[in-house]
Each structure stands twice: as structure tokens, then as C-alpha cells.
Nanobody, 111 residues
């Protein structure tokens, strides 16, 4: 079965960086696009970034120039490098494919 396990969240000051990882299993990782979503308290879940099987990224406007999505097909892992973090980036971040979601990892950015 499909499993997605995120890690790398934490508490960081504004302007800091974090790198999230998502290890996937149960499907052919290299042939599929992957995505990161986030959900802040009281808000709907939103797409942050996605990456095609060929490695082409796409970002929501609010993170362009600060976040980088990448993948390592040999490790079945997708990453989200987050730089110049802002308090409004505070959310639970989820890795997803199709209708499957990981458990999420909390990112908290203090001002």
C-alpha cells in the first residue's frame, strides 16, 4: 500500500530555513508527480509546490523564490527546501500523491 512519511519540520525564527523530506513507498515513485501541501490553523489546505516525474517544479506564488522542491528517485524521496521563512508559512505540511496523504509535519515560524 502507498505510504508517505514526512519529516523535517520544527520551530524556526523568521528568516530561517528548514528542509522537509517525504519518503514514499508502495508505488513506482520515479514515474509519478509528487506534491507538497500545507494547512494553517483555520485555513483550507493549499498546494505549495509540485514536481513532475521528470523533475519540473511548480510553485504557488507566495513561496516562489524562497522554496525549492526536488526529488531523489533512487531514495524514493521528495524534498522541500524552505528558505527565508515567514510567520505566515506556519502550517502542517503534507506530502501527497493521488488521494494519499502523509501524516504531516508541523512547521512553526516565530516572528
Amino acid at each position: 500500500q502507498v505510504q508517505l512519511v514526512e519529516s523535517g519540520g520544527g520551530l524556526v525564527q523568521a528568516g530561517g530555513s528548514l528542509r522537509l523530506s517525504c519518503v514514499a513507498s508502495g508505488f513506482i515513485f520515479s514515474r509519478n508527480a509528487m506534491a507538497w501541501y500545507r494547512q494553517a490553523p483555520g485555513k483550507q489546505r493549499e498546494l505549495v509546490a509540485d514536481i513532475t516525474s521528470g523533475g519540473r517544479p511548480n510553485y504557488v506564488d507566495s513561496v516562489k523564490g524562497r522554496f525549492t522542491i526536488s526529488r531523489d528517485n533512487a531514495k524514493n524521496t521528495v524534498y522541500l527546501q524552505m528558505n527565508r521563512l515567514k510567520p505566515e508559512d506556519t502550517a502542517v505540511y503534507y506530502c501527497t500523491i493521488w488521494s494519499y496523504w502523509g501524516q504531516g509535519t508541523q512547521v512553526t515560524v516565530s516572528s
